[in-house]
C-alpha cells in the first residue's frame, strides 16, 4: 500500500525556516512535488523533483528561497524553506507521480495528507 506522510510543518516568523518532509511507502514513484493551498484559494504548485536525477523545478514565488531535494535510501523528500513569507501560509502537500509530472495536479497519483505552514508577520 502507498502512503505519502508530510512531517515538518508549524508557526514561524517572517523571514524564518521551516523543513518539511514526505515519506514515501510501498514504492518508489518517477518523480515527486510539492504544492499548497492557502486559505480561500486553490492549491498550487510549489516544486518537483525528478527521483534519479534529481533535477528540479520551482515555482516563480518561491524561487530562491525554497528547495527541493531527497534521500534515495530513505525514500523521502524534503522541502528546505528559507526567508519565508506571511503569503506561504498554506497547508502544503506532497505528491507523487508514477510517470511523467508536471506543474499540474492531475499528474500526481498519490498525496500525503497535508501539512499546515504558518507565517506570523
Known sequence: QVQ?????GGLVQAGGSL???????GRTFS???WFRQAPGKEREFVA??????GNTDYA?????????????????MYLQMNSLKPEDTAVYY?????????R???SY????????????S
Open 4 to 8: 505519502l506522510v508530510e512531517s515538518g
Open 19 to 25: 523543513k518539511l518532509s514526505c515519506a514515501a511507502s
Open 31 to 33: 518523480s515527486y512535488g
Open 48 to 53: 518537483r523533483i525528478w527521483w534519479s536525477s
Open 60 to 76: 516563480d514565488p518561491v524561487k530562491g528561497r525554497f528547495t527541493i531535494s531527497r534521500d534515495n535510501a530513505k525514500n523521502t
Open 94 to 102: 506532497c505528491a507523487a507521480a508514477s510517470f511523467l509530472s508536471s
Open 104 to 106: 499540474i495536479e492531475a
Open 109 to 120: 497519483d498519490y498525496w500525503g495528507q497535508g501539512t499546515q505552514v504558518t507565517v506570523s
